[in-house]
């Protein structure tokens, strides 16, 4: 079956960087797009980047794309997502999300808090 496991979360400093990692299995993983959401306490979840099965093609959220980069590595069937010059407004749980054809996939998420 399909399973996405994020980590890499955790508390950092205004300012600081951090790197989220998500693994993927039960899917042929290099044919699917692969994204990054998160979930701020009381929000709405919200897009924050997606990336193509090859890689080659990737989008942002506008408030994150100068700040954030997804990238994966389909040899190890993992994507990441890498957070700089992060502050308090990126708090959130952040999950990993597939789309395999019709249907979607949701890893369990990881906590970001930026707090100083």
């Known amino acids: 079956q399909v399973q996405l496991v994020e980590s890499g979360g955790g508390l950092v400093q205004p300012g600081g960087s951090l790197r989220l990692s998500c693994a993927a299995s039960?899917?042929?993983?290099?044919?699917?797009?692969m994204s990054w959401y998160r979930q701020a306490p009381g929000r709405e979840r919200e897009l924050v980047a997606t990336i193509s099965g090859t890689g080659d093609s990737t989008n942002y959220a506008d408030s994150m794309k100068d700040r954030f980069t997804i990238s994966r590595d389909n040899a190890k069937n993992m994507v990441y997502l890498q957070m700089n010059s992060l502050n308090p407004e990126d708090t959130a749980v952040y999950y990993c999300y597939a789309t395999l054809k019709a249907n979607g996939y949701w890893g369990q998420g990881t906590q970001v808090t930026v707090s100083s």
């Open positions: 039960g899917f042929i993983f290099r044919r699917y797009g």
